[in-house]
T-cell receptor
Framework: DAKTTQPNSMESNEEEPVHLPCNHS???????IHWYRQLPSQGPEYVIH???SNVNNRMASLAIAEDRKSSTLILHRATLRDAAVYYC???????????FGQGTELSVKP | DAGVIQSPRHEVTEMGQEVTLRCKPI?????LFWYRQTMMRGLELLIY????????DSGMPEDRFSAKMPNASFSTLKIQPSEPRDSAVYFC???????????????FGDGTRLSIL
């Protein structure tokens, strides 16, 4: 299984951009990179996923390094509701299983 | 749209009792996953089903745990007998997929908070 490294915690100010990094140096060529987040007292929520090129959706953007050993989740304007634990998860060769690490706990200050 | 529905939301019971957690996946989804979350171990996958068939139960901690999916719209996770160390939040998730390796996102329920006294 591909191993990931994320900072334990990050802090942001409201309405500022946030860049959440993830290292996945052992990722295989066919592993997609998925991001989920978990708000307090809720189940995890899908955010975005990608393989090689950068991806955008209504929630966030995903920037994937050219060598695919790292990626960055970008929240363009953080809101208080974005305070959550963010998980970076390489997928595919695990049979579609999500293997959650410790994630990054993001706090957003008003 | 109705999401994944889990019941009960909270369960408090004494050790030794049988506990049954229930999950209704999103209609049309054909993969279902059971996870457990604790402070010590984080989120762990227990078992998952594809088209009602268990595919991987390697995360089930021991024989006291069992899971069934009798049809596409219902699954149960049973603990018998329960122990205090089983206290955790249990999540169910579902996903639409053409095969077991799908990249489709998983949709999670709100979880069942289980306390074994």
């Amino acid at each position: 299984d591909a191993k990931t490294t994320q900072p334990n915690s990050m802090e942001s100010n409201e309405e500022e951009p946030v860049h959440l990094p993830c290292n996945h140096s052992t990722i295989s060529g066919t592993d997609y990179i998925h991001w989920y987040r978990q708000l307090p007292s809720q189940g995890p929520e899908y955010v975005i996923h990608g393989l090689t090129s950068n991806v955008n959706n209504r929630m966030a953007s995903l920037a994937i390094a050219e060598d695919r050993k790292s990626s960055t989740l970008i929240l363009h304007r953080a809101t208080l509701r974005d305070a959550a634990v963010y998980y970076c998860i390489p997928l595919y060769n695990q049979g579609g299983k999500l293997i959650f690490g410790q994630g990054t706990e993001l706090s957003v200050k008003p | 749209d109705a999401g994944v529905i889990q019941s009960p939301r909270h369960e408090v019971t004494e050790m030794g009792q049988e506990v049954t957690l229930r999950c209704k996946p999103i209609s049309g989804h054909n993969s279902l996953f059971w996870y457990r979350q604790t402070m010590m171990r984080g989120l762990e996958l227990l078992i998952y089903f594809n088209n009602n068939v268990p595919i991987d139960d390697s995360g089930m901690p021991e024989d006291r745990f069992s899971a069934k999916m009798p049809n596409a719209s219902f699954s149960t996770l049973k603990i018998q007998p329960s122990e205090p160390r089983d206290s955790a939040v249990y999540f169910c998730a579902s996903r639409s997929s053409g095969n077991r390796y799908s990249n489709q996102p998983q949709h999670f329920g709100d979880g069942t908070r289980l306390s074994i006294l």
